[in-house]
């Protein structure tokens, strides 16, 4: 009677939020019967209580005659089937509080978190049965507007709040990729060298040029350093995520720039030119621009030569655009090659025949003067008369005398 008096007692005992022994009685439809130990009363474990894997068989989780420490979540008041009263339990939200009293003082620790679903304004995720928040600006360095693509994914992210009585768990992935980007910036700026030929990949084109990720720092390709011809737009030269090689033209790790050139990791228009170009040759080019001293003509890619306003043509031209047109097509000869300066010059009239001159007239078939001319007076060869000065310190006489000075004279 002792004994049943003490059963009967202990029944008061069990309330929401005890932590209690359970042993499993049976496993049927989804759920497990379970005997609260020490109490003489019954409770219920459902697969979701066990597990968040909601397609799981709870049998893979527990069997008759299994002992566990359960949390009393809910009491059930008057069950039909048995007119008592009988407790929900959990074991996930056991090992939620656990994990909760765990996390107590961790905050600034790094933690690998699985995504659970995307929610408003972030991410869902699960710490050893502790579900955590991940607000959508701590997602990435940058703003994710699709953050469905992170569900069912494990991320490292860095514990920022633990609030065990609000259940409050915030955490950051945005702290741990800034954190690593810092390290790799580091490392990049110590084996970046003016001159290095590097490796890097197209992260992202401007109007003014192309961005490279070389592993921990970005450069800066200006157009001007795209290629050796001109540029209308760097991603007419590059493509996002393309692999390419650059040389590195500047590293300015308290600004954070590195100024690299793609041009200069690749073969120059100018290269051998005396070889493509030599002086004579005849060669086909087009009217790339006009000036008022003439055209210069695009005869390889990248490599322009100037026909000077008086090689154009045998007659004389005013105004080149009088002559030629942007576009055009034309034939030139090569007259001088300056390698060092880049300088080509050319010449259109060289490829045609010049015109005859023309005669003078002779009215009079009297040695070609008029007959109304007057003879002409015999020229003297008079010479300016100086006065010397009186003093000649510091002068010659041919210094004072110049070209008038003859010695033959004298």
């Not at 100018?270 to 000036?291: F, S």
Request: net charge negative; aromatic share 6%; charged share 30%.
């Amino acid at each position: 009677m002792n004994e049943f008096e003490e059963l009967l007692n202990s029944v008061g005992d069990v309330k929401v939020g005890d932590v209690v022994s359970g042993e499993i009685l049976t496993v049927e439809g989804g759920q497990a019967t379970v005997a609260i130990v020490g109490t003489g009363v019954e409770g219920v474990l459902t697969l979701r209580e066990l597990t968040n894997e909601r397609d799981a068989d709870i049998n893979d989780f527990v069997k008759s005659g299994d002992i566990r420490d359960l949390l009393v979540v809910k009491q059930i008041v008057g069950r039909e089937s048995e007119g008592a009263n009988v407790y929900l339990l959990s074991e996930k939200r056991l090992a939620a509080r656990k994990a909760f009293t765990d996390l107590e003082g961790r905050e600034g620790e790094v933690v690998t978190v699985k995504v659970v679903k995307d929610v408003k304004g972030g991410l869902s995720v699960d710490f050893n049965g502790v579900r955590g928040f991940i607000p959508a600006s701590m997602i990435d360095t940058y703003f994710v507007r699709d953050t469905k693509k992170f569900v069912g994914e494990d991320l490292e992210a860095k514990i920022i709040e633990v609030n065990a009585a609000d259940k409050r768990f915030i955490l950051s992935r945005r702290a741990v990729i800034e954190e690593e980007s810092k390290a790799q910036r580091a490392e990049a700026f110590a084996n970046l060298h003016e001159g290095d030929i590097v490796e890097g990949t197209v992260a992202r084109t401007t109007d003014f040029g192309a961005f490279i990720n070389l592993g921990g720092v970005d450069g800066l390709v200006h157009v001007t350093e795209l290629s050796h011809g001109r540029v209308k737009k760097p991603s007419d030269v590059v493509k996002v995520g393309e692999t390419v090689q650059v040389k590195v033209l500047k590293v300015d790790e308290v600004a954070g720039r590195v100024s690299l050139s793609l041009k200069a990791t690749q073969a120059g228009p100018w290269d051998d030119i005396e070889e493509k170009a030599p002086v004579g040759a005849v060669l086909d080019g087009t009217v790339k621009r006009i000036t008022d001293f003439g055209a210069f003509i695009e005869i390889f890619p990248g490599v322009e030569g100037l026909v000077h306003i008086s090689q154009i043509s045998w007659e004389r031209v005013e105004n080149a655009k009088d002559v030629l047109s942007v576009g055009q097509a034309v034939q030139v000869k090569v007259l001088d090659v300056k390698p060092a300066e880049e300088r080509i010059s050319l010449s259109i009239k060289a490829l045609t025949e010049a015109p005859a001159r023309k005669e003078r007239s002779n009215d009079s078939g009297n040695g070609g003067q008029r007959r109304d001319s007057k003879p002409r007076a015999p020229r003297r060869n008079t010479k300016p008369e100086y006065t010397l000065p009186e003093t000649q310190e510091g002068f010659s006489l041919a210094d004072f005398l110049g070209e008038d000075f003859d010695i033959n004279n004298f």
